[in-house]
């Protein structure tokens, strides 16, 4: 892959990290990188090692997470904010990737994270498909 190729993935990987709750597909995304879609959805999960779409998810539900722990929206008003358009999708994806449902993440104390420095806590509370892979591993 050339340095140009990687620059254009991160244009495209600016975007889902920009725009996550606009609805975007991978031909959306595969303009903002100057591909074709099926180019961009294999260089793109060569160079991130996840595919366009579940990067992307990775971001909604890092953002629900925070709005979630706020305790001000509902579950579907949460699912709605970060772009999903499906509730039993999002609780599902969620689930997957927290360990969690979004229900019950909302209804536990988060008073601990309260005390972390935003820079921090974001690293804190990212979802990731390879750490939750590993742990369901070990269980």
Same mark, same amino acid.
């Given at each position: 892959? @050339?340095? #140009? &190729?990687?620059?254009?993935?991160?244009?495209?990987?600016?975007?889902?990290?920009? !725009? =996550?709750? /606009?609805?975007? &597909?991978?031909?959306?995304?595969?303009?903002?990188?100057?591909?074709?879609?099926?180019?961009?959805? /294999?260089?793109?999960?060569?160079? =991130?090692?996840?595919?366009?779409?579940? =990067?992307?998810?990775?971001?909604?539900? !890092?953002?629900?997470?925070?709005?979630?722990?706020? $305790?001000?929206?509902?579950?579907? !008003?949460? *699912?709605?904010?970060? $772009? *999903?358009?499906?509730?039993?999708?999002?609780?599902?994806?969620? @689930? !997957?990737?927290?360990? #969690?449902?979004?229900?019950? =993440? /909302?209804?536990?104390?988060?008073?601990?994270?309260?005390?972390?420095? $935003? *820079?921090?806590?974001?690293?804190?509370?990212?979802?990731?498909?390879?750490? #939750?892979?590993?742990?369901?591993?070990?269980?």
């Amino acid at each position: 892959m @050339t340095p #140009e &190729d990687l620059a254009h993935l991160r244009r495209a990987r600016d975007l889902m990290d920009r !725009e =996550y709750a /606009r609805p975007l &597909d991978v031909p959306a995304m595969a303009r903002a990188a100057l591909m074709s879609p099926s180019h961009f959805s /294999r260089q793109f999960r060569a160079a =991130y090692g996840e595919t366009p779409y579940g =990067y992307l998810m990775t971001r909604r539900i !890092e953002r629900a997470k925070a709005l979630l722990r706020l $305790g001000k929206l509902s579950v579907t !008003e949460v *699912c709605v904010e970060v $772009g *999903c358009t499906s509730l039993g999708s999002f609780s599902a994806r969620f @689930t !997957e990737l927290v360990g #969690e449902t979004p229900s019950a =993440y /909302r209804a536990r104390a988060h008073d601990a994270l309260s005390v972390v420095p $935003g *820079c921090q806590l974001k690293g804190l509370t990212r979802p990731s498909r390879f750490r #939750e892979a590993t742990r369901s591993r070990r269980a």
